[in-house]
Structure formats: C-alpha cells, structure tokens
C-alpha cells in the first residue's frame, strides 16, 4: 500500500523544501554580492586557514617590500653623497698636481689650500647627510651628526650596523662605513681621507721643500689610497643597490602569486556562481509554482 | 415476529450513526492544520441482533434480526512505536540544535577571516615592528607600535570574553529551562494535570482522545529537551522518565517531581550543560585562546629584554596588556638611536608559532562548527522523515475527509429514505386498512 499523505504533510514538506531552496539562494547570493566563497570559517574550515596563513604572508611580502624601498633610499642617499665626495677628491687631486709642482708661488699655493680647506669641509657636509631625518653615515647613532661642519674632525658616530629585513631571516646592512674612509683628522694620523687632506692643506700652506716633496709623494699616494677605497665602497654601495632591486621584483612575484592563491582559495568563482544561482533560482520558482498549486486543490475543488 | 415499528428504530440508529460519523468528520476537518491532532474515527458495528424465535412458519426455525448500526469507540489513529523513533530523533535534533547555535556564535566571536580578527591585528602588530626597525629613531613609529599593540590585546579581551559569555548563556538556558517556573516545571505539572484526566475519563469508560493528543506532543517537546522514556501504568496514565529521573508519577500526590538533578539528560539540556562545562567547546576554546596570548607574550618578551613589552603577569587572552609606553619601547640592544635588531628580530616573529596556534585554533572552531551544522542537518532530517511517516497515520487529509463526508451524507440521506419508507408503510397500515366498501 502507498504511502497516505494528509495535507500537512504535503504544506510542510514544501514549506521544507522552499526554505531549503530559499536558503541555498541566499548563500550564492552573500557568495555573489560579497566575491567571498568563504566568509566564516566553518564555510570551509581548511581553505579558510589557508587564506589566513596567505594572508599573514601576504601581509609580510608587503611590509618586506616596504622594507626594500627604505632600505633603497637609504643606499641612494648615501650614493649621491659618496658621488659628491668623489668629484671634491678629483678636484683635490688637480690641486694636489698643480701645488706639488715647484712653479706654483706662495699666494697660489695658499689659495688651492683654501680651496682644500673648503672642499675638506664639503666632504664632511656630504658625511653628514640625511635620509628621512637620519644621518645615514652614523652607524646606529643615527640621531649624531658624524662630523662637526667647522670643528673636530672626531668622527662622532658609532660602529653599528644599520639593517633592513627583505625577507624572512634576511637582513641586508643598508649603511656604509665612512668613518674608515674619512677617519678622525689630523690628530688621529690615521692616514685616512680627513687626515690626508689637512695634511695637503698643511703641506701648502708650508711650502718648504719637504712640504712640497709630501705633497708629490706622500700625500698623492695617500689620496689615490684613499680613492680606491672610495670607490670600493661606492661598488659595493652599488652592489647593495642591486641586490635591494632584485628583491624588490622577486617580492613582487611572490606578491602576486600569495595573492593568485588567496584569490583562488576565498574568492567566489564567479561564472560557477552566476551558473549555480541561475539553476538555484530556476528550481526555486519550480518549487514555487508548483506549491502554490499542490496546497490550492483538494477533493473539495471539485465537489459541488 | 417483530414490532412494526422495528424498522423505524433501525433506521433512526442509522441515522444517528451517521450524524455522529459526520460530526466527526467535521472535528477532523477543522483539525487538519492542529498540530500534534491525531485524526479520529468513528468505529461503526452492527447493534445486538433481535432474536425471532420461530421466524419460520414452514420449519420453525429461529433467526437473528439485524437491528442497525452503534458508534462503540471514537477512535485516535496513532502509532505509538514512531512516536518512539519521533521522540529519539527530537533528543538528537535538540542536542544538535543547542550545540549548533552556540558552535555558530563562538565561530562570530572569532569574527575571521576578516579586517578586525586577531588575525589582521597579529598581521599589523608585526608591521608596526617593522616600520618601527625601518625608523627606530622616530617616535611616530613606537606610538603607532604601542597603539597597535594595545588594540591587538584589546581584541584578545574581547573575543575572550565573548566566548566566555557564550558558555555562560548556555549555562543561563539551562537555568531558565529548568527553573521554578521554566519549561520542564510547567510541562510536568500540565503532565500531570492530564493524567488525572486521562486517567479520570478512561474508567469512567470513555477515551479521551484530545487530552492523550495534549499529553503526546507534551511529551515530544520534553524529549527534545533530554532522554524521555513513558511507561503506561496500566490505567492510561503514564509514568515519565526525564533525563534518568523520574518526572511525572501519578502514584505521588503531586503526580510530579521537579526540580531533580538529571543524571543523564541527553538532549537540549545535556548539550547545554556541556556548552557551559569548562570542558565544553566554548571555553576549550577560550583556553587554547590563552596559550596563543601566552606564546605572544613569552615570545616578545624573550626579545624585548630592557622592560617587558607586555605584562608579563597577564598569560590569558583575558588578562593579556601592554606594559610599555612610547618611550620604552626597546628598538635595539645597543641603545643607539638607530639600532634595530630587537625590532627586526620581534618582526621576524611575523607567521610564527603564535600564528600557527591562532590559525590551527580558527581552522579547529570552523571544523567543529561545521560538523554541528551538519549534524543538526542530518538530525533536522530525519526527524522530519519520522515526522512525516507519523502524519502519514495520524494526520488529516482533507480528500479522505471530503470522501468520508460524502459517504456519512449519503448513508444519512438513505437511512431518512428508510425511515420515510417505515413512515409509508404505517401510514397504509393505520389509515388506509379497514376503510373496505367505506
């Protein structure tokens, strides 16, 4: 024997039925109106640890890219100042050549060291420089100015290493060392780029023979020793430089593949939606209809 | 031989009959939407033969006359084993619903994936720590560092205790439910309020078919709430088993027993009072909530070695706060203005254990909370196939009324054209006999 079905049963199973289709409607719906396929965790628990773990990594890619931009700054700021202390030293050189020679007289001698004397204090200036407010030739005393424009030539900076991290467990050093370039001046005898120059300048202003045998031996040597340690830190200021660049487009291919994945795992594909909420509410209007005439007709429609 | 006007009594019980048929057709009728009304039925039998002694005139034989028709019993169409399949369903259906609700409003708690989760906070304490090593001189950078630290903790709190007033919502249901004036104390009391009537109206003989139609969907609601399990005591009346203890007794004054303490409520009540147990998955949670704040703390701390950067007294997600300011804030071990290794080292925190833990947390309340779902899924549904098989015997279908009716119309209509045919027939006998040649 069949099944009976009273009249409720038949009301409620479709009542049942069009708020199953009704619900269904409405999560394609958040689904479409939200771009989202999962909105809470429980709409899919793994995709849903996935896209916060994508997330966090995504969070940090853009932080390390953040990262290399500062520490690109940084790098270029100290470039331009290294540049400027290259072309003061070319300039030195000239009057290094032209002072040594036994033709120059006194007054010109004493005019190329004050030339010297101010090119020496340019080349502190560009020590000075800064970068978002912070002396970039300080080490980590970044609040120091390095060397007092017009007085000691103490370096005032300390040792310390100034760092930028570009990826996980990555730190690239971001500040160059002047201080082994320029050292502590005259006092120090250090032989480095400040002694060197006032000894020149001193060397000119003196002008007895030994003075002018330092200035074609000693003193150039010194310079050119000077220079190339110069420029060995420009090429590796330069090194740094690329190396910061390279990490900023391998940044930018992780960025995008972290957010391809994100996008794939919690966004909504929408062809597949617009298709399921279609069909959804196709079914729906079906059940609809044809509730709408199961619950009107009974025996009774057709007794007179 | 019988009466002549044996005929007119056969036909007014026929129509008697029928009439009674049609009234309960049209309680029936009237009935069909009531929910927990089981469909009734007039049971129609022949009345007690009349017994000709010699209705033979050729051989004497006896015979029995038939005499009409009695409604003996109106009776209730219901199967009292799928109310049993109806009302172990309901216990499931109740758990899983009581659970489901709770799992749903622990799982808004955590508010993920989204911009204000703990999270997207985690995500931008880090980044403070970064720009804080990107600019360890500027103090810009530390406040927004500390504020950031101190709206991560403020939402540690919050999400804490949401999920502790989730256990404690639980806990307050349970209390209403089964308080002094709360769903189980009114059901057992109406409980035993009807089987005084019950058992009142059955031996006086009668059945009463809408108390027991009361008492049965009384006791459907109540097995939603625990196990519930109905011994008749042999007088109609029944005893109730609610959650391991005995709820409604007809041998007691009282005819019920609340409150008691349930040893094994099941159900509604045992879903609940689990929610609420430090056990339950709404402060399970809260706890594994704990030791996330507490890897925070122990991991940031380890690093910010000068002054703790948060309180090293606070280990809870409830208790977790900030103990630094802007201007003891340590940015490196040196000192130095510029000096960046404890920032750096404290961002390179950023995707480790604590947001592991955190994720395997929310990744752990999604999972449970979509088996709740599914569960109270598959409870919802095949209660409703249970549901559906009992309306299937006991519910109203208006065509089966609608035929019925027709058929107790039609019997009336005949027994009143026999009644009218006895009429004739007298009326030829009274006045039209005897009149010969008159």
């Avoid at chain 1, 966090?56 to 940084?74: F, H, I, K, P, S």
């Amino acid at each position: 024997m069949s099944m009976r079905i009273t009249t409720l049963m038949s009301s409620s199973a479709m009542l049942r039925d069009l708020n199953d289709g009704m619900d269904r409607l409405t999560r394609l719906q958040d689904e479409l109106s939200s771009g989202k396929q999962i909105t809470r965790p429980s709409d899919d628990p793994y995709g849903a640890s996935r896209a916060m773990s994508l997330r966090g990594e995504l969070g940090g890619l853009d932080q390390y890219q953040r990262n290399v931009d500062d520490g690109t700054g940084w790098l270029n700021t100290s470039d331009t100042a290294l540049g400027q202390v290259s072309n003061a030293l070319q300039r030195v050189r000239e009057l290094l050549v032209q002072g040594g020679s036994d033709t120059a007289g006194a007054s010109a001698r004493n005019a190329m060291a004050d030339e010297i004397d101010q090119l020496t204090e340019s080349v502190k200036q560009e020590a000075d420089v800064q970068y978002g407010g912070r002396y970039v030739f300080s080490g980590t005393a970044t609040n120091t100015q390095p060397y007092q424009l017009g007085g000691s030539d103490r370096y005032q900076g300390d040792a310390g290493t100034v760092t930028r991290a570009i990826g996980p467990q990555v730190e690239i050093p971001v500040n160059v060392d002047l201080h082994q370039l320029l050292g502590d001046g005259t006092g120090a005898t250090d032989g480095k780029l400040l002694d060197t120059l006032r000894g020149i300048s001193a060397h000119l202003r003196g002008g007895t023979p030994a003075d002018a045998d330092a200035l074609r031996t000693t003193d150039l040597q010194s310079l050119d020793a000077n220079l190339d340690t110069l420029d060995g830190i420009r090429a590796d200021v330069g090194a740094r430089t690329n190396r910061l660049a390279f990490a900023a487009s391998r940044l930018g291919g992780l960025q995008t593949n972290a957010t391809q994945l994100l996008s794939n795992t919690e966004d909504a594909d929408m062809a597949q939606t617009i298709t399921q909420y279609t069909t959804q509410q196709a079914a729906y209007n079906a059940a609809l209809r044809s509730g709408a005439n199961i619950v009107q007709s009974s025996l009774l429609d057709f007794l007179h | 031989m019988t009466s002549a006007f044996f005929g007119l009594q056969t036909s007014l019980r026929g129509l008697l009959a029928q009439q009674q048929a049609i009234d309960i057709t049209g309680h029936n009728i009237a009935n069909a939407n009531t929910a927990g009304y089981s469909r009734q039925e007039a049971v129609l039998e022949p009345t007690r033969p009349y017994l000709i002694p010699a209705n033979s005139i050729n051989n004497g034989s006896g015979a029995q006359l038939g005499s009409g028709v009695d409604i003996t019993a109106i009776r209730r169409i219901r199967d009292q084993f799928l109310d049993l399949q109806y009302r172990a369903q309901q216990m499931n259906l109740g758990d899983a619903t009581a659970r489901t609700t709770s799992l749903d409003q622990a799982e808004l708690a955590f508010g993920e994936p989204g911009d204000d989760g703990i999270q997207a906070q985690l995500s931008r304490f880090w980044d403070a720590w970064s720009d804080v090593a990107n600019a360890p001189e500027n103090a810009g950078a530390r406040s927004a560092l500390v504020t950031t630290a101190q709206t991560l903790t403020s939402t540690f709190r919050a999400v804490s205790g949401q999920l502790t007033t989730v256990a404690q919502q639980a806990q307050d249901e349970y209390d209403a439910i089964t308080g002094p004036s709360g769903d189980v104390a009114n059901m057992a009391s109406e409980l035993a309020g009807l089987n005084r009537a019950i058992g009142d109206a059955v031996f006086r003989g009668q059945q009463p078919n809408d108390l027991m139609d009361r008492r049965d969907q009384l006791v459907d609601r109540l097995s939603q709430l625990a196990q519930v399990s109905v011994t008749d005591t042999g007088d109609s009346r029944w005893r109730i088993a609610f959650g391991g203890v005995t709820l409604v007794d007809p041998s007691t004054p009282a005819g019920y027993t609340w409150p008691q303490t349930l040893t094994t409520p099941g159900g509604k009540l045992g879903a609940l009072l689990d929610l609420a147990s430090p056990t339950g998955a709404p402060l399970t949670y809260r706890s594994q909530l704990d030791a996330v704040a507490a890897d925070l703390v122990s991991r940031v701390n380890a690093l910010h070695t000068s002054t703790p950067f948060f309180d090293p007294a606070g280990t809870t997600a409830a208790t977790i706060n900030v103990a630094v300011t802007s201007a003891t804030v340590q940015t490196g071990s040196s000192g130095a203005s510029g000096a960046n290794d404890v920032a750096q080292a404290i961002a390179a925190l950023r995707g480790g254990s604590t947001d592991q833990m955190y994720q395997a947390l929310v990744a752990q309340v999604g999972t449970e909370s979509q088996a709740s779902v599914r569960a109270q899924a598959t409870a919802q549904s095949l209660s409703d196939a249970v549901d559906s098989r009992r309306q299937s015997v006991a519910g109203v279908s208006l065509d089966e009324e609608m035929t019925n009716l027709m058929r107790f119309q039609r019997g009336y209509q005949a027994s009143a054209r026999t009644m009218t045919t006895m009429d004739d027939m007298l009326d030829t006998l009274v006045n039209r006999t005897g009149k010969v040649g008159l």
